[in-house]
């Protein structure tokens, strides 16, 4: 079931039990020792593996997972990324979340050997004077993407995953490093990824299935995902996309974050994918109440200064827009509400809005 190779920082794994690093933070200490205790658990059969959901397919839960489940999805990964024993990848991700846990399990499973680091913004920084390529995998999130464009030559790939990969990410990216960067689609029900795409040498519109991973639409045009290698598929989300066939799809947003103004209906992904590239704060775009419109386009970004309001609404004039689907009004929230996995939490961000009928 679990590969003898499996090794963590360099060390067996019996070893790396027993390992005190000298040099630690407190914090990076705390993270290590969770990292060994959870994989102490999955080596326990009786032990239960928990996670909680991020609200993909419903209203985020606690799960408990299969270890046969978690073992096949593993293997999809470590083929897909032709990763053998002693592959060097990076645990930079929380172990409480499907992503980090993943990663452990892919460790496990293949034999790789497993480096760990404390899930801030910049991970790759403690591993600069690696040579070029020493890992061939690392899974961050976006926002440690757009703080380690610097050190990606320290892996031969890194795969992006949690929410969108912005085109201001791509483009940090150092010409003449030669990483690939691919961006990933899936949650905690299927276990991380189910589809991949590619976005650095070259770019791919459609997320792509992994293994034998099949989809199809919902009634809203929703993505329903077949996964045969889990028990309880299929999976139907609350993501819109365009289908190109039953193993490829574009992703258009989500299907509770659709904006009905004018009787015209938009999707905020697909507004804020135009707006992306000119703004470096974070910000989405949400429907808000409308007396005669029934909702009107906004724009929140994280930020209070009454002059970067007058600049982006100087810089909304200039982009072009159809009916009802520029941002009516620009609102400055200090600082935004997270999730547990560090996604924007629209709705609670918005409650902290006083909002009227405009």
């Known amino acids: 079931m679990w590969h003898k190779n499996f090794k963590i920082n360099g060390l067996d794994f019996k070893d790396a039990q027993a390992e005190v690093e000298t040099g630690r933070t407190a914090e990076s200490a705390y993270f290590y020792d969770r990292v060994i205790k959870q994989a102490q658990k999955l080596l326990d059969e009786f032990a239960l593996i928990e996670v909680q959901t991020s609200g993909s397919t419903g209203s985020p839960k606690m799960i408990s997972l299969d270890r046969e489940e978690l073992l096949a999805a593993a293997d999809l990964t470590l083929a897909h990324f032709n990763l053998a024993p002693f592959s060097k990848v990076l645990l930079c991700l929380p172990i409480t979340a499907i992503s980090g846990l993943m990663m452990l399990v892919r460790a496990m499973r293949g034999g790789l050997d497993l480096y760990v680091a404390k899930p801030d913004s910049t991970p790759l920084s403690n591993f600069q004077l690696q040579k070029e390529g020493f890992f061939d995998l690392v899974a961050l999130t976006p926002y440690q993407f757009s703080h380690s464009a610097a050190q990606l030559n320290l892996t031969n790939a890194v795969l992006v995953g949690g929410a969108p990969l912005l085109n201001e990410h791509i483009a940090s990216i150092p010409k003449h490093f030669n990483v690939q960067v ?21 770019h791919e519109p459609y997320f792509n299935a992994i293994g034998e991973v099949r989809f199809s639409l919902g009634e809203e045009f929703n993505l329903v995902i077949h996964a045969p290698h889990l028990k309880q598929s299929p999976f139907i989300t609350s993501d819109r ?102 996604k924007i939490d629209r709705h609670s961000t918005l409650s902290l809005l006083n909002l009227q009928d405009t």
């Open 241 to 342: 996309v365009e289908l190109k066939s039953d193993t490829a799809f574009r992703y258009l947003g989500r299907t509770d974050n659709a904006i009905n103004s004018g009787g015209i209906k938009f999707f905020a992904e697909q507004i804020e994918g135009k707006i992306q590239p000119f703004l470096k704060e974070n910000f989405f775009i949400a429907g808000l109440p409308h007396k005669t419109l029934g909702e009107y386009v906004a724009l929140i970004f994280e930020g209070q200064n009454p002059e970067r309001i007058k600049e982006l609404e100087q810089l909304l004039d200039q982009l072009n827009w159809m009916a009802y689907e520029k941002p009516k009004k620009i609102w400055g929230i200090k600082h935004f509400v997270y999730t547990a996995t560090q």
């Open 182 to 202: 691919i961006e990933s689609y899936g949650m905690t029900e299927t276990l991380s990824h189910v589809a991949l795409r590619r976005r650095h040498p070259n």
